[in-house]
């Protein structure tokens, strides 16, 4: 019989096999279900194990959880707009069970779009329909490929499960903060498309959505491309991400129901990864099985109800220009599967909430996110090199003054700016308190070393398109499926992945 062992403790310089000898003297195999790195006192490691007794032989790891039931579909195929991991997700989901369907993405696949993120981090040739948030493989094509999520889904071992399949780490299906790195996800969205193509899914890329077809006032019938083409479904999934901002402007005319959303708003900070480490390790920094420390630090201010945090950290990562539309600033983080980079960053944002600073006005979030990311770009272009990233100094930000040029990490270049001049007043004040605080949580963090870029302006979406908690159908508009990121209903990869595959069952369960 195999034995479970939670909470085992490793200690980094210690060998888990031998530990599990001690425990089942020769044991035959083991399988980790989790492991985690626990940087308090000395760290260590802590693991969940099976461990199989002598001669016993691990039994096949059933995929049974993992198979999807055929359905009979016999009307046209369902149409999925936007190739992102909401999009991929509801069209694995969908050929899965047996249902051919439509995908229509606006960008270049996964390879081309490398190419001309290139030409714009290098050159400034901004490609509108090809860039870090638009394209094959959606926004989570250049990230860390963070898998953590706070949602809790049953989806979520069959997501890890398939993104394995197509080539992602194993480990991601134990890790406690799995990630797979702009480089290997880069390497398996076109797995993907080669599969869902073989499963009966029509992929259909280069070709924006330009508008939803529909009849009787509220039944969505279908789509209309830029190139007028037409293609009918009474299942149309809309998981176009939250930078499409045209398409929420079409939302608008045609009446689908929207409503305005928190979000936040700040600045991306970057420090040497070594002073990470040396923050978090200490005397283990230099370790090589602890890997790059990450962090996460949180303030939160109980009169105001306005929290400052760090989001989306990237250790050994690069700081990346992450526009989407022409004469914007906007920047992100990403880094590579080894996290080997040199630099640790994380946006530093501070919560936004609607109904306090727009009220009913449910544009009001994204037009105050793209008026900041113009007057940004304005500033910069001011200074002579619009498609570099404004920086400044922590400790000039702090103290409102000019920085020198500065060494970052940044592939399309950096251009100091005042960054405390641009950000609207309340932002600035909100930022420096959870600075000052994040010092008293992590010291060292208000290092001399340490830069702000700007601006962090799309950790999630400003506005929610409304929708039927069972059916996952618009709320106005019958066969219109909102989902993920751009829908107000996932934050980050997994989350989105996740709701893509929940509309897709939503589709597959009218015909069970
Ligand atoms: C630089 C960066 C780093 C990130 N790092 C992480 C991370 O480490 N971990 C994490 O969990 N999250 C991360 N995120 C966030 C994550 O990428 C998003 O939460 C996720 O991609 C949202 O998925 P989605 O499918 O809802 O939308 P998106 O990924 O935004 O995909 C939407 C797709 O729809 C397409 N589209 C839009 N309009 C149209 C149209 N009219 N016609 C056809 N196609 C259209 C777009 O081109 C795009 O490909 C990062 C984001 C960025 C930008």
Redesign the pocket.
Known sequence: MSQIFKNLVVAIDDNLEEKLQLLVPNFSEYRIQRKSVDARGKPHFVYTVEVFEKNEKAPPISEEHFQIKKVKFNFQPPIV????????FAALRLVESGIKCRL????ADAKTRVLHINQHWRYGKFNS?SN?????????L????????RIKSPHIPYILNRLVKFGAPAEIEYLANP?VGSDKIRRLIPKIREFLIASGCEIFLN????SLLHKNGNEIYGVKLEDDREFNSNHVIL??????E??FAHLKTIGVFMEGKSFAIGLRIEHPQKLINKIQYREFAENIKLGAANYRLAHHDHNTGIGVYSF?M?PGGYV?S?ISGENTTVC???SNFARNGKFANSAIVVSIDHEMNFGKDVFGGMTYRHDLESETFHFVKEKGNPKTIPVQSTVDFIKGKNSINTTTSSPSGVTPVRLDKILPNFIRKKIIEGLEKFESQMPGFLSTDSQLHGIES?TSCPIRITRDKATLQSLSHKGLYP?????GY????????V??VRAAEAIIGQFL
Do not use: W
């Open positions: 707009i936007g190739a992102g991991p909401a999009g991929l229509f993405e606006q960008g329909r870090v948030c638009f394209g094959e493989g959606g926004a989570g250049y990230s860390d490929g963070k898998l953590i999520t990630h070709s924006k959505v330009s998981a176009t991400g939250h930078s499409a045209d398409i989306c990237c990346i992450s992100n983080g990403m799309r989902v993920g990121e751009g829908a996932a934050g980050g990869i997994t989350s989105a992945a709701d893509g």
